[in-house]
């Protein structure tokens, strides 16, 4: 019926056909590879840009509520009563941490002490400053009742988270 030269006409003719339709389709992976990666840089840069301009918002009003909550810290430090020293041990402590986080981008899910220990002298230079307001911060926690502070650990600290914000300019001094 069918010569066996014939038959293997036709697989060389089909052999051929597979390989310009491989091409094309090589052709093709990489013309979609390319336009899908100008498209997601598309995307990316858009992204950014409306990320930008939402973030800017969210700076300003970052710095106004900074600013608030710094200068309640501050009239806690300045009262004369012990209770509100400690008071503002414990949102200082916390106020440090979250600026921290946000200047370091820092992940939230670690523990504070996990964040400190993350952090170099070559990040922040006051590194020990930061860890004795924790640390302080610390036997308030744990000694509760037990635990007395004194107008000079007060004043002590408060010039020692000056510093520390002041080195990671933050907007509440």
């Not at 170099?120 to 007395?148: C, M, Q, S």
Request: glycine share 4%.
């Amino acid at each position: 019926m069918f010569s066996a030269t014939w038959i293997q006409d036709l697989i060389q003719i089909i052999q051929i056909i597979s390989v310009f339709i491989s091409i094309l389709f090589l052709f093709g992976i990489i013309y979609f590879t390319i336009k899908r990666s100008e498209l997601r840089e598309k995307e990316r840069e858009r992204w950014n840009a409306h990320f930008l301009q939402v973030n800017r918002g969210d700076r300003e009003e970052e710095r106004s509520t900074d600013a608030i909550e710094w200068g309640a810290i501050r009239d806690l430090f300045h009262s004369q009563e012990e209770g509100d020293w400690k008071l503002a041990l414990l949102r200082t402590d916390a106020f440090i941490e979250d600026q921290l986080t946000r200047a370091f981008s820092l992940d939230k899910n670690l523990s504070y002490a996990d964040k400190l220990k993350g952090l170099t002298y070559g990040d922040i230079p006051l590194l020990d400053e930061v860890w004795n307001i924790h640390k302080l911060r610390n036997r308030l926690a744990h000694e509760k009742g037990d635990f007395r502070m004194s107008r000079r650990e007060a004043d002590e600290m408060m010039r020692s988270a000056e510093n520390i914000l002041e080195y990671l300019s933050c907007d509440c001094l």
